[in-house]
């Protein structure tokens, strides 16, 4: 068949990280029309310019992102403590992440009294909720997830005395519950449906009488991305991920890859094009690409221009399912919004 390019469908962007880019590129629209200081800030009352808007960490974890927001005036902090009161005394917005964030940080920003907009995914606010519910039922949580990642230090945070992290298989052998002790499970929206299954198994064996939650916390956008790049993984003798190195979803779609190539080939991450090694792609027919939820499809299309002079010129698509979930923007922004679209 000679050289190809075989793309997966669904990949990039998800509805929580559009929802999430939206709400800064929003909140920069709206200070930009209305900003008096120089090069597009509000000015402060002693006349330094302030940013019009302040993000705690980044919004979501693609460099490319935050460096094209930070271009529009967007300001990355990673505490809120690195946040100027002649900021938070102007009405700066400080947007939460869409990764979330704990209550501790919540009451920070109440404390300071920020005008906080929560780009937090709704799926991964959702278990969140999950946690409260069964905290408050009796239960002890046995939460699935990655250590330091942003989505689990906030929901850890919600109950950090009744909510017990694992990470492998191996960590299971770590825990102590007794028999009569109410016990559930959660994971991280963005792991691996494959990575889960052994770790669940075992949390089954250990302690029979653990409950499943009612729907899996595994956020419908990893399944289909993992789903389709299973799929292209079987078309190709390599596949590369375009994605970040701190996104989780990213790193799991290069797992999943790998080992669907079953030893044909390996899979590969890169945050751009830039980042491609020709020697990849000796002896190699086909090149599956994909994309994790986080990442531009500008970005895409550079991998694919790039392979283009290798004699990778022939694209075709593996489609595995169409997404339709889109999530509004939070409440105070949608007319913000709507008056932007006017505009233009």
């Known amino acids: 068949m000679g050289k190809r390019i075989v793309l997966a469908d669904p990949r990039g962007f998800c509805a929580g990280v559009d929802r999430a880019i939206q709400t800064v590129e929003t909140i920069l629209k709206a200070a930009n029309g209305r900003s008096t200081g120089p090069d597009g800030a509000a000015a402060a009352e002693g006349g330094e310019p302030i940013p019009p808007v302040y993000v705690r960490r980044q919004i979501v974890h693609n460099r490319h992102v935050v460096g094209d927001l930070a271009a529009q005036g967007a300001v990355f902090v990673e505490e809120l403590d ?3 009161e002649s900021a938070v005394k102007a009405g700066v917005p400080v947007v939460f992440s869409a990764h979330g964030v704990s209550p501790t940080v919540q009451r920070e920003a109440r404390r300071r009294g920020m005008h906080v907009v929560d780009a937090t995914c709704p799926l991964v606010s959702k278990v969140h909720r999950e946690v409260l519910r069964y905290v408050k039922e009796g239960y002890e949580i046995v939460y699935i997830g990655h250590r330091g990642h942003d989505e689990a230090v906030g929901v850890v945070g919600e109950a950090p005395e009744h909510v017990h992290l694992i990470e492998h298989v191996d960590d299971v052998a770590t825990l102590d519950f007794a028999e009569s002790d109410r016990l559930i499970y959660l994971s991280q929206t963005t ?8 770790v669940i ?7 029979p009488w653990i409950i499943e939650p009612p729907s899996s916390d595994i956020c419908y956008a990893t399944q289909n991305r993992q789903t389709a790049v299973k799929s292209v993984a079987e078309q190709s003798d390599c596949v590369v991920v375009v994605g ?3 996104s989780s979803n990213s790193v799991r779609l290069m797992e999943v890859a790998e080992q669907a190539l079953a030893g044909r080939g390996h899979a590969h991450r890169v945050d751009d094009a830039g980042e491609l090694d020709p020697r990849w792609f000796d002896g190699v027919e086909a090149v599956g690409v994909t994309s994790g939820a986080s990442v531009p ?3 895409v299309s550079g991998v694919v221009k790039a392979l283009a002079p290798l004699g990778y010129d022939d694209v075709s698509y593996v489609t595995t ?4 979930m889109h999530f509004v923007l939070p409440a105070e922004l949608r007319k913000a919004a709507k008056a932007a679209k006017t505009a233009a």
Do not use: G, V
């Open 82 to 84: 690195e946040i100027p």
């Open 321 to 324: 399912t169409k997404e339709r």
């Open 201 to 207: 198994e075992a949390l089954k064996t250990r302690f």
């Open 244 to 246: 970040s190195a701190n």
């Open 191 to 198: 792991l691996s449906i494959d990575e889960t299954r052994d």
């Open 297 to 299: 499809e500008e970005l």
